[in-house]
């Protein structure tokens, strides 16, 4: 299998080659830096990465799940920050917050770069298996598409560094699969390691890759049965045991953190196996499928996920042109009695492997976890170029040319409407702030607590990580809340906590995560003090997010 080559593109000067990544790396930086604070600052991004970064640059202790770190040099370095989240964003947020201070642009500043690094592992991918006009059609695609410029905006979010290094582990593959040298084996070896051990998700990707080999060495072996084919070679051994070496270089701290806390990832996947702490079943396997193969066109169509951007702009037009260029492939290798199958349909059974293995969560069925596979619309699209404008398509030159042209035609169509749909993004997030956890008003509360220098306690999930972060340790807020979607009585951790010379803040009705709220005000009441707004935050709307309280005792 070798991958093809357009001698038109081959002939190209070396500025007009550079200008097939240099494009879709100015696009999407474009889109990618425009009002880069916004959305406001997510919980998820403070407490995986800014926060952690900020405590160690300021010297503080860093709190770590289940207590376990790695002490070094008379420091307690963070090993994870979730118990599938390794610390990686932690270490790459450093130096853009030591530059630029605690705010939401170093942090996002550090994601975007994540992102710009992410499309050239892509393209680098795409050239080496299926052809320059493939990296540059595909470069394109995931530079413009709208669901990965946001992710990539909040990175930390979706933790992208995930994303980063499994891309580069594919690019890093192709180059042995190309040259059969062994060091990029251990290299792809150590981005996938360094992936799963960003975030455990990235394990969806490898597992495709195994079942995509295993399938393909089936197929082979049937094939030589019943023919004077050769059985498919195993993989050379020095370059397996190199490969797993990388491995299990990246993925150490994964490993010693489950040593140290006796195995919290794994307990945390067992306690999940039938029903997970946010009440999704992991038993309806139907159900779930259904909702994520609805979730992950979704996805590719920048649709309803990105509602918190402040409105929702769906581009029908890239879905359809991802499940055209997917029958395209399957047609083609069809027509051609599936000759090179393995390498054209690889994109797909990927894609197809990441969403069944994503019927099993953790904790919920939310469409981020489809980020991992961002770059895969990109890949499919791009192996669709790559075989449209670098091999004959009909009987005819003529018809081969037509072809050609119609799908350049189209392509522009649909680049330019991931364009449009990003600017439709960027104009609501820049009017709105964003919505619910993702506002802006959290800018607001942290200079309106930052002024009043009290103790805060907050009482529901979404508020502590970001002021503590965008405060610069200043604002120390301390966090109460369940996770249960009813009150459930009196708290009595709560009443004792109470007294009036702190702050505390909620969310308003309709917008909490859990009902803190309501369990603050009974728990006042209970002890004859009274709860005053001293200050209420408002959206672009006029509706009110965060409710900021004072206690009084009561005349």
Known sequence: MKAHRNDGVRRLAAPQRSLLLIAPLAIFLLLACVALDRPGLHYDEALEAGLPALELLLGRPVTVPNGVALRLWGRELPLMVQNHIGATQVYAALPFVLIGGPEAISLRLMTVVVGALTIVAVSLFLVQVYGRMAAFYGGLWLATFSSFVFWS???????????????????????????????????????????????????????????????????????????????????????????????????????????????????????????????????????????????????????????????????????????????????????????????????????????????????????????????????????????????????????????????????????????????????????????????????????????????????DWGIAAQVEYLSGGEVQVEEHYRYEQQPSGPDAELIASLNSDRLYVTHAPGQEAFPGRATFLSAAAAVGLRAEPVRVLRGADGLPLIEVWQLRELP
């Not at 806390?261 to 009440?279: K, M, N, P, Q």
């Not at 029958?327 to 051609?336: K, N, Q, T």
């Not at 981020?368 to 669709?384: D, M, R």
């Open 153 to 459: 905006r909040q990175g930390v979010f979706v933790t992208s560094l995930a994303i980063c290094f499994a891309t580069w582990a594919l690019a890093a593959g192709a180059y042995w699969w190309r040259t059969g040298r062994s060091w990029a084996a251990g290299a792809a070896g150590l981005c996938f390691g360094l992936a799963i051990y960003s975030k455990l998700s990235a394990l969806w990707l490898l597992n495709g890759l195994v079942g995509w080999w295993l399938i393909s060495t089936l197929a082979a072996w049937l094939r030589a049965r019943h023919g004077d084919l050769p059985a498919s070679p195993l993989p050379d051994r020095r370059a397996l045991i190199i490969g797993v070496a990388g491995l299990l270089a990246g993925i150490w701290p994964f490993l010693l953190y489950n040593l140290r806390s006796g195995a919290a990832t794994l307990d945390v996947i067992e306690r999940s196996a039938t029903r997970t702490y946010l009440g999704t079943s992991n038993l309806d396997i139907p159900g779930n499928l259904l909702i994520r193969l609805a979730q992950a066109a979704d996805v590719v169509r920048s649709g309803s996920h990105l509602w918190y951007l402040g409105g929702s702009f769906p581009n029908d037009l890239a879905l359809a042109w991802v499940l055209a260029a997917l029958l395209f492939l399957i047609v083609d290798c069809a027509r051609r009695r599936w000759q090179d199958w393995r390498r054209q349909l690889l994109g797909p059974f990927l894609a197809l492997a990441v969403i069944l293995q994503s019927c099993y969560t953790i904790s919920a069925l939310w469409p981020t976890h489809f980020a991992v596979a961002a770059p895969l619309p990109a890949i499919i699209v791009g192996a669709a170029a790559g075989r449209i404008f670098d091999a004959p398509i009909g009987a005819s030159p003529f018809v081969t040319r037509l072809a050609r042209q119609a799908a350049m035609l189209l392509l522009a169509l649909a680049l330019a409407s991931q364009i449009l749909t990003s600017l439709s993004y960027l104009r609501s997030v820049i009017s709105t702030g964003g919505l619910s956890f993702h506002s802006s008003a959290i800018y607001e509360l942290t200079d309106y607590l930052k002024q009043r220098g009290k103790p805060v306690l907050a009482l």
